[in-house]
């Protein structure tokens, strides 16, 4: 979902906590006041639980589709907002179990990824909404060569460029009279590549020709998911300069398509996000400047099927600090999500390939407009 997801649901907590706490104020001040809080509340939850950007990423890639950007309807006068996000993730630290491991114990060496995703939602009236989102993976994957696509024990980089899974969702706020809990439902679409280029047989290497990717390092999981969440907002001061935001989702494939190198489901993932967020007003030209601090968790399962990796599924903690900036019916969110608690699931050292690869930081940049 967009930076500008939560502020239709806040206008509402806001109008209702200001006629509570200011009966005596005139509708011009509290028009203002309003203004001032959804333009930037309409952030408040970045990478709302979207795994489509992130979930196929190899070697325990975290879900940044969580938090503070994503789960609230928009507030847009005509119900239309639409936003395009940047996301960056390096992953080249090889970690087994809770540590950092040698490099040399994975076959993998670095995943560099930069995910570009569209999105758009529109509320149909106060109560129910539909939003979707398509990511673009642009990938550079490194790893050691097996004697198929390129050879025996060679360090080799591929770069991918593909569509990822698209995300649908439907939301519904209509539990209270002032829309602050939500559900959030839907479907991950398999539209993301699945297989990967293939790499013809090269005698003069003396390679068989074969996939550079694996199924976990591709931009698909080639699975069809089911999606459903819920959230909830509100105001911690009469002011309301400073309010909060939690949310949850549980993502799980029951439709899986099989690849070149076999049958592939990706792991059940339960993903969750609290946080605060303070409103510092007008400054400048800026209708809004307001940061924000997060805390978000992911528990993956590991893959099955025949080409699963044993290396797969992680628990996680981050810590995601950010900042958005309102300007007329823009809003611009960036933010920055560090691991602190990282504990990645590994196949055994007898395997001879054995950890994950993980990142120190992902970025993120978005830019929301509400029509």
């Not at 209270?176 to 479907?187: E, K, M, V």
Request: contains cysteine; glycine residues 12%; charged residues 15%.
């Amino acid at each position: 979902m967009s930076h500008s997801t939560q502020g239709r649901i806040m206008s509402r907590v806001s109008s209702r906590r200001h006629r509570r706490f200011s009966a005596s104020s005139g509708p011009a001040g509290r028009g203002v006041r309003l203004h001032a809080v959804t333009a930037v509340l309409a952030v408040a939850l970045v990478a709302a639980l979207v795994p489509g950007a992130a979930e196929a990423c190899a070697c325990g890639c975290d879900i940044f589709d969580l938090g503070a950007t994503n789960a609230f309807p928009n507030s847009s006068e005509s119900g239309w907002s639409a936003w395009l996000r940047y996301d960056f993730m390096n992953q080249n630290k090889n970690r087994v179990g809770s540590s950092y491991a040698p490099a040399s114990t994975n076959g993998d060496k670095a995943i560099r990824t930069s995910f570009y995703t569209l999105g758009a939602q529109y509320m149909f009236n106060a109560d129910w909404g539909v939003m979707a989102e398509m990511p673009i993976f642009q990938r550079a994957f490194t790893s050691t060569g097996d004697g198929t696509a390129y050879p025996a024990g060679s360090t080799f980089t591929s770069n991918l460029t593909a569509l990822g899974d698209t995300m649908v969702q439907g939301v519904y706020s209509g539990f209270s009279a002032d829309h602050s809990t939500g559900l959030t439902f839907g479907l991950k679409l398999p539209t993301g590549n699945y297989t990967g280029p293939y790499v013809p047989a090269n005698p003069r290497l003396g390679t068989t020709g074969g996939l550079a990717y694996d199924r976990d390092t591709l931009p698909g999981t080639g699975s069809t998911d089911l999606l459903i969440g819920g959230y909830h907002v509100g105001f911690l001061t009469r002011d309301m300069k400073l309010s909060y935001f939690t949310q949850a989702r549980y993502d799980v494939a029951f439709l899986e398509r099989a690849g070149a190198t076999g049958t592939y489901r990706p792991g059940n993932e339960l993903d969750a996000a609290a946080g605060l967020q303070y409103n510092l007003g007008a400054h400048g030209p800026f209708q809004n400047i307001a940061p924000l601090m997060q805390i978000l968790a992911s528990y993956r399962d590991p893959d099955s099927g025949t080409a699963a990796s044993p290396n797969s599924g992680f628990r996680r903690w981050l810590i995601g600090p950010g900042v958005a900036i309102s300007f007329r019916k823009f809003t611009l969110y960036a933010n920055v999500e560090i691991p602190i608690v990282d504990h990645v699931f590994t196949d055994v050292p007898a395997s001879g390939n054995y950890g994950q690869l993980v990142p120190s930081a992902i970025w993120q940049v978005q830019l929301g407009y509400n029509f």
